[in-house]
């Protein structure tokens, strides 16, 4: 019973971790309809500027904030200067649907370039504010301690703060509007490039928080070269389809998962199934249902 629950915790923890990626990856593409694959590289220049942050002030509350609106920033450059040129130039032709996602890749290898010549490529550290050890139930240790659940917690305000941004808000119908019908929404005063470049950007910050919490839920080290953020990227995308990619309630729901599924895999069938399971879960879930569990199916057309 008490490796079932154990189980079920890591599932959460590791879900709620994804869910962060994959609401930013939704967001971009709530906002521009592209799959933003540089996302990983996004995270972990935003996870630089928080252990910055970590170095002069120690604190944090303090880098968490100031890794947000580093990503919010880096994410609002790259739509401004590379991706508004590039949909533009590639917006007619057989190559205007997949040019910007090619290009995201390279912009993926642009960024670590860019950090390792910048950090170089030694291991430097974060700490997180509170303990990871494991409340205690008896002479046990659950694996969910305080950082954890800050983690979890962080998550689920995002989503609904994000959540409401998106259906509550003038903002966030004007981004549905731009990624759907980019020209009607100019001939309804909306300003498309900027409210692009507003999507880009929460995303820029949505992906700091996943970069940070993902290295402070590990063991604090993290290089230009990490693994965890590549897989952090590949899970996202995955929670993020799993979950529907028009949906950020879909998105946390993916993600947590897509955690548990991994989880229970690793736990009770074979570690060495760590890499496999995950497109597995893909693979089912475009099979049963392919827009996802939270998407809405396709009105057919005639």
Same mark, same amino acid.
């Given at each position: ?20 990626? =994959?609401?930013? #990856?939704? %967001? @971009?593409?709530?906002?521009?309809? /592209? ?6 590289? &996004? !995270? ?30 880096? =994410?609002?450059? #790259?739509? %401004? @200067?590379?991706?508004?040129?590039? /949909? ?6 057989? &190559? !205007? ?206």
């Amino acid at each position: 019973m008490f490796q079932l629950l154990n189980t079920i915790l890591i599932g959460i923890t590791a879900g709620a971790i994804y869910s962060l990626m =994959a609401i930013s #990856i939704v %967001l @971009v593409w709530r906002s521009t309809r /592209v799959i933003n694959f540089a996302q990983a590289g &996004m !995270a972990l220049l935003s996870t630089y500027f928080g252990y910055e942050a970590m170095v002069h002030f120690n604190s944090f509350w303090i880098a968490l904030p100031v890794a947000m609106v580093g990503g919010a920033g880096i =994410a609002a450059l #790259i739509e %401004l @200067v590379f991706m508004r040129l590039l /949909v533009k130039r590639s917006s007619t032709g057989p &190559m !205007a649907a997949v040019a910007p996602i090619i290009a995201t890749l390279g912009l993926l290898g642009l960024i670590k370039g860019i950090i390792s010549s910048i950090w170089g490529g030694a291991d430097v550290r974060l700490v997180g504010p509170v303990t990871n050890v494991g409340y205690s139930i008896g002479d046990k240790t659950l694996a969910f301690s305080p950082l954890k659940l800050l983690t979890l917690c962080t998550v689920v305000a995002l989503m609904l703060l994000l959540t409401v941004l998106f259906q509550k808000s003038n903002i966030g119908l004007s981004l549905r509007a731009s990624a759907y019908s980019p020209e009607i929404a100019r001939l309804s005063g909306v300003k498309v490039d900027f409210v692009r470049t507003l999507g880009w950007s929460l995303a820029g910050a949505a992906g700091a928080v996943a970069g940070m919490f993902q290295t402070v839920n590990g063991n604090g080290a993290f290089s230009p070269e990490s693994i965890e953020f590549a897989l952090l990227l590949i899970s996202g995308f995955i929670a993020a389809v799993i979950g529907g990619l028009e949906s950020l309630v879909g998105a946390v729901v993916g993600g947590l998962v897509l955690g548990l599924v991994i989880s229970f895999v690793l736990m009770y069938i074979s570690s060495s199934l760590f890499f496999i399971a995950p497109f597995v879960i893909l693979l089912i879930i475009l099979f049963v249902r392919p827009q996802g569990i939270l998407g809405v199916k396709a009105a057919r057309r005639a």
